[in-house]
């Protein structure tokens, strides 16, 4: 089992959509969890941490699932500006190095 | 203020030359750590230090990589006989502590632009 997994891409959605992301990671010691996000050609960029409880950031909401070791990542009302590949990060174990997720390209038409 | 920079931003290379990575972490930023993304593919771990030293360099593919970090500050990733399967997106990020965290403990790494690099 690869050590985080996420959902194959890309996905289409017309402005306006809600559009879920799904991960699941294989290291119950990860304590530490993210989405970034990375435009074509640049570097990743945080867009969320995910705290246990869940969290909100504007139209962003992340979920995290610890007993299926499992996170989300929800966008409502998705805008053109949306579109990226969206990365799933845990940390190994403890130690602040980061797994990444293969990522899911989001791409939002009009 | 200044970013995580990265040079050169490109960098075309013979299979068998040795090339050298150069990562400016953002200024005050203890922890610095190495990945490489090849086409189609997820970050990949290589190196993590902690001021000059390197817990954690169990990312690395080969005895041809090797790091340094110097003056607790820029880092050198240094990759001896290139070979084609090299070729990929070098980034370094930075972050303030980098030590064990506790939970619901968040650290925020800072990525550079990342070196391509081409080996032909």
């Known amino acids: 089992r690869k050590e985080v997994e996420q959902d194959p891409g890309p996905f289409n959605v017309p402005e306006g959509a809600t559009v879920a992301f799904n991960c699941t990671y294989s290291?119950?010691?990860?304590?530490?969890f993210f989405w970034y996000r990375q435009d074509c050609r640049k570097e990743p960029k945080l867009l969320m941490s995910?705290?246990?409880s869940g969290n909100e950031d504007g139209r962003f909401t992340a979920q995290l699932n610890r007993a299926s070791q499992y996170i989300s990542l929800l966008i409502r009302d998705s805008k053109l500006s949306d579109s990226a590949t969206y990365l799933c990060?845990?940390?190994?174990?403890?130690?602040?190095?980061?797994?990444f997720g293969k990522g899911t390209m989001l791409l939002v038409s009009p | 203020g200044a970013g995580v920079s990265q040079s050169p931003s490109n960098k075309v290379t013979e299979k068998g030359k040795d090339v050298e990575l150069r990562c400016d972490p953002i200024?005050?930023?203890?922890?610095l750590y190495w990945y490489r993304q090849s086409l189609g593919q997820g970050l990949e771990f290589l190196i993590y230090?902690?001021?000059?030293?390197?817990?954690?360099k169990s990312g690395l593919p080969s005895d041809r990589f090797s790091a340094e970090r110097t003056g607790g500050s820029v880092s050198t990733l240094t990759i001896q006989r290139t070979q084609q399967e090299d070729s990929a997106v070098y980034l370094c990020?930075?972050?303030?502590?980098?030590?064990?965290?506790?939970?619901?403990?968040?650290?925020?790494?800072?990525f550079g632009p990342g070196t391509r690099l081409l080996v032909l």
């Open positions: 995910v705290y246990s």
């Open positions: 230090f902690q001021g000059n030293s390197a817990p954690d």
């Open positions: 290291n119950s010691a990860s304590q530490s």
């Open positions: 990060v845990v940390n190994r174990g403890g130690y602040s190095t980061l797994t």
């Open positions: 990020a930075s972050s303030l502590a980098g030590t064990r965290l506790d939970k619901e403990g968040k650290e925020t790494q800072y």
């Open positions: 200024s005050g930023h203890t922890a």
